[in-house]
């Protein structure tokens, strides 16, 4: 790609930093600052190779996503495209404009083999309900319910994002629906059936998906790395063996009996989104949906803080503030209003100014940037995790590409990112970023754990957890 090319202004939003990203996008925070408005910007690179395909399968994703209006639906706002062999200034992409999820990743909140607590389970679980019915209503099947597509907005309501893989089943007018063919989605999550190559019902592919989802909110986990007699763990779901098994034998009665009917093998017996709604679990009175933000972020951060995931360190910084470059310097603080993102603790001060961080997966160290990347680089080889430097980032930031599985084989991917901070007494130190943006949230959180809690880092890392000692 030319260096000299450059991010255009997308209706009048100018990209700041990313924030997310996987194979295929990349996604950025973008601001108006005449309008001070905050939005995100999903970029997919275009070149002279993207095939005919790549593009009507992007155009389906834009108009499919536009279309659907709905408060547990993250917004498209508006696109623009910058086509590749142009004379233009400016980076050829597909520029999707989105609603900012200030909140970042729901699934980013979860405590690894223990999950958010029933009742968060509960709150978040009827807003994905009522989400999921909209988009079949509208006759559109997602086929890709998985973590990195929950997220959060600045109150805490949940957003389901990304159709990429979506498809359009029904007709509203006449109720007329096809079967699909594709295989698509992540293992973790994908129905049985798609394991034949057979064509599939729509409808039943998302249900078994919002299964997988309600089991990890209350296990801390998925329930098996694929749904294939190769995992040890769904052979025993199949055989009727996994009822004695941990966590199943510690789910209440009523979780227990919605979640294997989300997830009945047969897609002709499995339970509906109508029965889910009748189901007495998902009929108890909500006691999160009256008590405002800051409570439903204790609650949300609870499990994190109970297992020392959520960690924070009060540190003497600098004191005057950094002279901002320009108006979107001053716009990042847009998002920073929220009584739900301040209790969440996203937002961290660093040398470099306010930095918008969607990730928990955060810390501070004593020791300089160089320095801690080499503790950390050794800290993931004793985990067997791959780590390769990376160029530095634009205002130098040391970064390095990173990537394992866990026990299950279930992968991930992500950055480290580390940059320094100064203090009063003129020591320099360092503020780290571990961005996962591909693979399983939970096996990534456990990395993170044992990453800061090694003996190659734990004497460097500034922390104290949240609520206690």
């Known amino acids: 790609m030319d260096s000299n090319l450059r991010y255009p202004k997308v209706h009048g939003y100018r990209l700041i930093q990313q ?42 994703e834009m108009r499919v996503h536009a279309a659907l209006k709905h408060r547990s639906i993250l917004e498209f706002l508006t696109a623009a495209v910058v086509e590749p062999g142009t004379e233009s200034p400016f980076i050829p992409a597909i520029y999707m404009l989105l609603e900012f999820a200030a909140g970042g990743d729901l699934f980013d909140k979860i405590a690894p083999d223990v999950g958010v607590g029933e009742d968060v389970a509960h709150f978040y679980f009827l807003q994905l309900l009522s989400g999921l019915t909209y988009i079949h209503v509208e006759g559109v099947c997602h086929r890709d319910l998985k973590p990195e597509n929950i997220l959060l907005d600045a109150a805490g309501t949940l957003k389901i994002s990304d159709f990429g893989l979506c498809s359009v089943y029904k007709l509203k007018e006449s109720g007329r629906t096809r079967m699909l063919t594709e295989r698509c989605g992540s ?39 694929e749904p294939t007699a190769r995992s040890y763990e769904f052979s025993r779901y199949i055989s009727g063996s996994f009822i004695d098994d941990a966590p199943w034998n510690r789910m209440p009665a009523s979780v227990f009996s919605l979640i294997t009917g989300l997830l009945t093998v047969n897609p002709q017996d499995r339970m509906t989104l ?58 990042l603080s847009a998002t920073r209003g929220s009584q739900f993102t301040q209790s969440l603790m996203l937002f961290s001060q660093t040398q470099g100014g306010t930095r ?97 809690q090694s003996q190659q880092l734990a004497q460097y890392v500034l922390r104290r957890r949240v609520g206690g000692a």
């Not at 924070?312 to 503030?321: A, K, R, T, Y």
């Not at 080499?374 to 390769?388: P, S």
Request: net charge neutral; proline share 6%; hydrophobic share 40%.
């Open 19 to 60: 924030v997310g990203g996987g194979g295929f996008s990349t996604v950025f925070q973008a601001v108006n600052t005449q309008d001070h408005r905050v939005a995100a910007c999903k970029v997919v690179a275009l070149t002279t190779k993207t095939s005919q395909a790549q593009r009507k399968s992007m155009d389906k």
């Open 187 to 225: 293992l973790p999550y994908v129905a049985p059936e798609l394991n034949t190559d057979k064509p599939y019902a729509a409808e039943p592919i998302d249900v078994w998906g919002v299964g997988v989802i309600l089991f990890t909110m209350v296990a801390g986990n998925t329930p098996w790395d």
């Open 274 to 331: 109508a029965d889910a709604f009748q189901h007495p679990w998902v009929l108890t009175q909500s006691q999160l949906a009256s008590q405002g933000p800051v409570a439903l972020a204790e609650k949300l951060t609870q499990s994190l803080r109970n297992t020392g995931d959520l960690d924070f360190v009060e540190i003497d910084l600098q004191s005057e503030s950094p002279t901002p470059r320009d108006d979107d310097q001053i716009m």
């Open 356 to 452: 918008y961080t969607p990730h928990l997966t955060r810390f501070w160290a004593s020791i300089a940037p160089q320095e801690l990347l080499v503790a950390i680089e050794n800290a993931l080889q004793v985990q067997n995790v791959r780590a390769v430097r990376a160029a530095n980032g634009p205002n130098g930031e040391l970064r390095c590409r990173i990537g394992g599985s866990d026990r299950r084989r279930v992968s991930y991917k992500g950055w480290v990112i580390v940059e320094p901070f100064g203090t009063t007494d003129g020591s320099v130190r360092s503020f780290c970023i571990m961005q996962r943006d591909e693979g399983d949230p939970i096996s990534w959180r456990r990395m993170f754990k044992a990453t800061v």
